[in-house]
């Protein structure tokens, strides 16, 4: 049961097909809180931040209404659509928080200039071309009023996103107020939020670390910043138990770090016949992923009667085609696209690869178990050794393109170990059911909220 609170879920960005498993995994978490009951089954209120157009973000909500990834439409809201006064310039909580003080100012400074559908300036953000810190400026954003002035500004990203958290939060009188922060680029703007109303969760979606990717392996700037502030949040939630330790082990327990998994939901009954021989690919394509690995393990396994269909777009879909090519595999290794129904690719599967070199936790694993298909992937960080380790597939040492293939070869020609792959995916699944994530939030929740505020 979780505690009766305003939930809060922060995301930079939430566009239907872009983001990959970030954005499934947080759609999903939205909707374990609505079903938890969470605004009377609403769910949390969905905050975003990407300053598009505000039809741009009313097709997004209508899509994820259509495929029942939001519970409530009306509670996803973006900080942009709100910033505008229906009578021109910027909403009254925006021109409140704005101050006279141009001090901050570069007078060189190019910035861009955001207007209603009236074409009416409402406020404008300073442009920081090159910066990967661009988010942490002071520099700051100003603010228009109805006769198209500017009045003032506020403080950076950081004032502008923390004066729309106030309106936001305003109505909730004493009610507590538990944040999921789903950005770390967000977190680094929130980490000083010091309403003594609110705790923050800041989860974690992706690898902390460059390659090699081992426990001890270098990280970039945008990490070693973000984990000088990790013990400002109430609570770090990883989605798996190895990062999770890896983790603690390196930098210590100062910050509240606990595992919260990324549930995927429960497949609906299909009448679909699971298709002999049909390995499937499913995931971006993108370099991270090494699909190429899989397509080359495909063909070395060299199965009668198997094909190889890879759904998903990206950066390297060109170069994968001339692969396919190359190897003459036309006929049996198909790019077939982008798929907003990975459910019904899986039940026609006999077996899924990876060969990603790097995870959060692999959501596609955990949806292909759910499924009941065999795995095969190489045994990376995060993910396929936790989602694994009760069995439902084969763990192949990282970039071993023979292992791959052998492991894949055996899975499609021995029959009594497809069989107990078969048989073992829904256990290895049911360690990351949605009822297992709900009750590792609530039980989070319930901690934070009993402790003091650590900001």
């Known amino acids: 049961m979780l505690p009766d609170a305003e939930y809060l879920v922060l995301s930079s960005r939430l566009i239907p097909d872009l983001d990959g498993g970030y954005t499934i995994a947080t759609l999903s978490r939205a909707r374990l809180l609505a079903a938890a009951g969470v605004a009377d089954g609403a769910g949390p209120l969905l905050l975003t931040f990407d300053p598009a157009e505000a039809a741009s973000h009313a097709a997004h909500r209508a899509t994820f209404a259509r495929r ?74 100003l603010v228009y009023d109805e006769t198209a002035q500017v009045v003032g500004g506020v403080v950076g990203f950081r004032g502008l996103y923390a004066a729309w958290l106030r309106h936001v939060t305003a109505a909730s009188g004493e009610k507590p107020i538990v944040v999921i922060c789903e950005s770390r680029q967000l977190g680094e703007l929130i980490a000083d939020w010091d309403d003594p109303r609110v705790r923050i969760i800041h989860t974690i979606h992706t690898m902390h670390l460059e390659a090699p990717y081992t426990p001890d392996a270098a990280m970039n700037a945008l990490w070693t910043r973000w984990f000088a502030l990790a013990d400002r949040f109430d609570a770090v939630a990883w989605p798996t138990r190895t990062q999770r330790d890896d983790v603690v082990a390196r930098f210590g327990a100062d910050a509240n770090h606990v595992v919260i998994p990324n549930a995927a939901p429960a497949p609906e009954a299909t009448a679909a016949e699971r298709e002999p021989g049909l390995v499937v690919v499913l995931g971006r394509l993108a370099p991270g992923k090494r699909v190429d690995h899989s397509i080359r ?107 791959l293939a052998d492991a894949l070869r055996l899975v499609l020609t021995d029959s009594e170990l497809y069989a107990r792959l078969v048989a073992e995916a829904p256990v290895a699944a049911s360690a990351w059911s949605a009822e297992h994530a709900t009750e590792a939030f609530a039980v989070t929740v319930r901690d934070v909220l009993a402790a003091p505020p650590r900001r």
């Open 68 to 141: 029942g990834a939001i519970a409530d439409s009306a509670r996803m809201r973006n900080l942009f659509d709100e910033a505008v006064s229906a009578s021109g310039g910027a909403a009254a909580w925006l021109r409140d928080a704005a101050s006279t003080d141009r001090s901050r100012v570069v007078p060189e400074r190019e910035y861009r200039v955001l207007r209603d559908t009236e074409d009416r300036p409402f406020a404008a953000l300073p442009v920081i071309p090159g910066n990967p810190d661009w988010h942490l400026t002071d520099e700051p954003v």
């Open 297 to 403: 393990a495909f063909v070395r396994a060299d199965v009668p009667g198997s094909r190889m269909e890879i759904w998903g777009g990206g950066a390297e879909h060109d170069a994968l085609q001339a692969l396919i090519d190359e190897l003459g595999a036309g006929s049996r290794v198909m790019l077939a696209g982008h798929t907003d129904a990975p459910g019904r690719v899986l039940d026609r599967a006999s077996a899924v690869v990876t060969s990603t070199a790097f995870e959060g936790q692999g959501l596609s694993i955990l949806e292909a178990l759910l499924h009941d298909v065999p795995v095969i992937s190489y045994d990376v960080r995060y993910g396929p050794g936790d989602l694994l380790a009760a069995g439902g597939g084969i763990l192949v040492p990282d970039a071993d393109e023979v292992a």
